[in-house]
T-cell receptor, first 113, second 111 residues
Framework: DVKVTQSSRYLVKRTGEKVFLECVQD?????MFWYRQDPGLGLRLIYF???????EKGDIPEGYSVSREKKERFSLILESASTNQTSMYLC????????????FGPGTRLTVT | GQNIDQPTEMTATEGAIVQINCTYQ??????LFWYQQHAGEAPTFLSY????GLEEKGRFSSFLSRSKGYSYLLLKELQMKDSASYLC????????????FGTGTRLKVLA
């Protein structure tokens, strides 16, 4: 079974802190994604990566950066956390081919106070 | 702009059939996915359509009409465990891996 794991289920940080969210997948998938999920807004793509060291901006990249140094690991960085970044963060991975579904991690609920 | 519309909530009775609709307006089309998400859990894949027609998978079926920008997910013989949100997602443009998600339909199954 594909497994996508995220470093924390719940995280509380203060405004201005630097925050790292880690995601690891064990199925050798090329694609990895970071989304945030907010009530009434659905899943919105922050960044995705289709190869090591490659990244592309999603729909809401402002205030975030990412790092992919190894194929299995994709990190989301909040350089200076703000209260409007309080959200559920979901990592996903998929194979490169068209039509391959995404596998999601359990999510990290981040609260910024 | 790019948009996916789904009803916000639906209620149905155990043992019944329910149809969840999804309409989309995107700059291109390279496949439509349905995911199930139980409260507090990650979305899990249900079905994929890229050609017009019906795809059947046990109690779940998904239909696509590309000319109408329309899909539906059909759930038969509803069970209590089917109470969840159902997300429609479109991969809009070839050459990119961006997926556009709808806001999801929360389905309540009543005994």
């Amino acid at each position: 079974d594909v497994k996508v794991t995220q470093s924390s289920r719940y995280l509380v940080k203060r405004t201005g802190e630097k925050v790292f969210l880690e995601c690891v997948q064990d199925m050798d998938h090329e694609n990895m994604f970071w989304y945030r999920q907010d009530p009434g807004l659905g899943l919105r793509l922050i960044y995705f990566s289709y190869d090591v060291k490659m990244k592309e901006k999603g729909d809401i990249p402002e205030g975030y950066s990412v790092s992919r140094e190894k194929k299995e690991r994709f990190s989301l960085i909040l350089e200076s956390a703000s209260t409007n970044q309080t959200s559920m963060y979901l990592c996903a991975s998929s194979m490169l081919q068209r039509g391959r579904e995404q596998y999601f991690g359990p999510g990290t609920r981040l609260t910024v106070t | 702009g790019q948009n996916i519309d789904q009803p916000t909530e639906m209620t149905a009775t155990e043992g019944a059939i329910v149809q969840i609709n999804c309409t989309y307006q995107t700059s291109g089309f390279n496949g439509l996915f349905w995911y199930q998400q139980h409260a507090g859990e990650a979305p899990t894949f249900l079905s994929y359509n890229v050609l017009d027609g019906l795809e059947e998978k046990g109690r779940f079926s998904s239909f696509l009409s590309r000319s109408k920008g329309y899909s539906y997910l059909l759930l038969k013989e509803l069970q209590m465990k089917d109470s969840a949100s159902y997300l429609c997602a479109v991969r809009a443009t070839s050459g990119t891996y961006k997926y556009i998600f709808g806001t999801g339909t929360r389905l309540k199954v009543l005994a």
